[in-house]
């Protein structure tokens, strides 16, 4: 909960207790999850190598159990995506999947901290998130349409919201960029999570709305863009980050 309000000395705090802990109890699984918990952390927090660092360490950890498919998908592919490197974003995409390969599957939308094996849904989704960063608007529809029909009955409304914007963001990088259908996906993300926001929906429909600036002359955009400062003006700030 500290990282989705955006309170990450608190949640690196937590974490390395946590670690210690798991350390002192020689449970290696547990280990793996905090490791990608502290991934999760720095990413939001912007800090994309320390991410990568927190996921790969995890991988140790983990070797080939249930915490491997998190860490290589939500942990590196995502931070991969965010540095720029598409070789390892596919390629960490495919270890996730490879991975999933050897557990029965899990149905619906997995929790993104699950101390389980992640769906395929979820799998999807983060993949989505990765190749976001990398700005590859066709894979970030390809996997996140993966996901969109499982999490629009997923109880996880933050899981719907989320999906709809990496979508959203994608369709304003393709070449028949349809910037009503990103309004609507984003209108329905900001729907599902209100009254319930989290750091991760608002930090996606910031860089949403920011690259909208090109579309600015076009009335619906503009009046989106009121709706959103509106919006987000609504959440108090409620963090106790330094940046």
């Not at 390395?16 to 502290?38: I, K, N, S």
């Not at 596919?90 to 699950?114: N, R, W």
């Not at 969109?148 to 997923?154: A, F, H, P």
Request: overall charge negative.
């Amino acid at each position: 909960m500290s990282v989705n309000l955006g309170r990450f000395d608190s949640a690196r705090a937590y974490a390395l207790e946590c670690f210690q802990l798991a350390e002192q109890a020689d449970d290696r699984d547990l280990q793996a999850w905090v490791r990608g918990t502290q991934s999760l952390a720095e990413f939001y927090a912007g800090n994309y190598r320390d991410a990568l660092v927190f996921a790969q360490d995890g991988r140790r950890f983990a070797g080939a159990g249930r915490q491997a498919v998190r860490l290589a998908v939500n942990g590196e592919a995502r931070a991969h995506g965010r540095l720029g490197d598409r070789r390892a974003v596919d390629k960490t995409v495919g270890d996730a999947y490879d991975l999933l390969a050897d557990f029965s599957p899990e149905p619906g939308m997995t929790p993104c901290i699950s101390f389980g094996v992640y769906s395929e849904a979820r799998t999807a989704s983060n993949a989505a998130t990765a190749y976001l960063g990398l700005g590859n608007a066709g894979s970030v529809l390809q996997f996140a349409g993966r996901a969109l029909d499982i999490v629009g009955s997923s109880p996880s409304r933050w899981s719907q919201a989320l999906v709809r914007l990496d979508m959203a963001s994608a369709l304003l990088d393709t070449p028949t960029e349809d910037l009503d259908q990103a309004l609507a996906l984003v209108r329905a993300a900001m729907a599902a999570s209100e009254g319930n926001r989290i750091e991760s929906i608002e930090q996606r429909l910031r860089s949403f709305t920011a690259g909208l600036q090109g579309s600015s002359e076009y009335a619906p955009v503009a009046v989106f863009t009121d709706e959103v400062r509106q919006w987000l003006r609504d959440r108090k700030p409620d963090n106790d980050n330094s940046f």
